[in-house]
């Protein structure tokens, strides 16, 4: 293992963020004149091969332990290998980007060995008033294969106890701590360890009175959203996880996991991409 390179830094008229080659991780961003969005862990690992907590890990090309339960490393290779800087630029607002590729030779065979398809991989963050992140996967094989993936954003929140994420209601999520399929009913508030995998589309909004302002997310070729937070107990089973840092964050993911994969046949691409911006409690406006 060695030392994590230095980050990328992103910054510009309205917003200044971070990302590192490794893994294409972003790992800060923050809006001009607003407390950073992205939340890390303070006991986060700093050496290559493992997994760094917090920021936006890219899980791909599976989640978790795979459909099968069996799937190594969790989450895939893609956020445990370095990836190669493509482009850096401004768009047209002025934001200032970072691009990224991957490719099945930048992969070590051992990692790659349970997913031995063709493909290319492309991640872009923008870094500006709102973030903007998204991650490109192209079939550039001969062979149809599916791929699970997942915007892993961890957001910084005042206090996990207070806050209330909305427009998840009425939507079907399988419930990995109870193992059982439920419905939400109304705005979603943490009381325990969660992790849920929602069939789900649209925006939600994190509603943070500690910090007064709401995270409102938005995200495109995207059918499931995941929220975690592992909550007092497991926390302190976690290495690279403070005791009490759950109270400090929520994962709230742009995904296509479970039983909502990604299939792309030869030649064909996908792109998965999610939206962070933050507005007042009050007014609603940015």
Known sequence: MTRL???????????T?????YGAHAVSWAPEGHEPVLWMSSR????TGRALRGGVPLCFPWFG???TGEME???GFARITEWALTEQGEDQHGDPFAEFTLTPEDVSDELRAPFPHEFA???RMTAGRRLRLELTVTNTGSDTFEVEEALHTYLHVGDATRITLSGLDGVSYYDKVAKEQRTQVGGLRLTGETDAVFAHRGEVHVDDPALDRVLV???????STVVWNPWADKAVGISDFGDDEWRTMVCVEAGNVMGSPVRLAAGESHTIAQTVEVRARDSGQA
Do not use: I, M, N, W
């Not at 963020?17 to 080659?21: D, E, F, I, K, R």
């Open 5 to 15: 390179p230095e980050p990328l830094t992103l910054s510009g008229p309205h917003g």
């Open 17 to 21: 963020g971070a990302v590192l080659s």
């Open 44 to 47: 986060a690992y700093s050496e």
């Open 65 to 67: 332990p795979g459909r």
């Open 73 to 75: 490393p969790a989450h």
């Open 121 to 123: 991989a492309r991640f």
């Open 217 to 223: 997310l938005g995200k495109e070729g995207s059918d």
